[in-house]
């Protein structure tokens, strides 16, 4: 079973940096497909961001050019760092993988998720 455990959340006031880091284990030599989201308290839980282990990237459209998702070279850890933060980005995020690609190519379709860690932006 594939476990992911989220850190780096925080309290920061508008405008400010904070980076996330992911770490997904539990299932060995696998490349992790591997995405952020984040829930704010009564709402539903959004995207934010996502790296495929072939290296491609996605944003939502509210944190293009303010946030910038990473992956480390065994694609079993993915940074987030978020600039320029807003309040009404207060949220639990959460990192979340679907899917393991093995070196001999195979993938195995997951739907892991961490416990989250939270970020307070600060008027």
């Known amino acids: 079973q594939v476990q992911l455990v989220e850190s780096g959340g925080g309290s920061v006031q508008a405008g400010g940096s904070l980076t996330l880091s992911c770490t997904a284990s539990?299932?060995?030599?696998?490349?992790?497909?591997m995405s952020w989201y984040r829930q704010a308290p009564g709402k539903e839980r959004e995207f934010v961001s996502g790296?495929?282990?072939?290296?491609?990237?996605s944003y939502a459209e509210s944190v293009k050019g303010r946030f910038t998702i990473s992956q480390d070279n065994a694609k079993s850890k993915a940074a987030l760092q978020m600039n320029s933060l807003k309040p009404e980005e207060t949220a639990m995020y959460y990192c979340?993988?679907?899917?393991?690609?093995?070196?001999?190519?195979?993938?195995?379709?997951?739907?892991?998720w961490g416990q989250g860690t939270r970020v307070n932006v600060s008027s």
């Open positions: 539990g299932l060995t030599n696998c490349a992790y497909d």
């Open positions: 979340k993988t679907d899917r393991c690609t093995l070196r001999s190519g195979i993938r195995w379709n997951l739907d892991a």
């Open positions: 790296i495929e282990s072939d290296g491609s990237t």
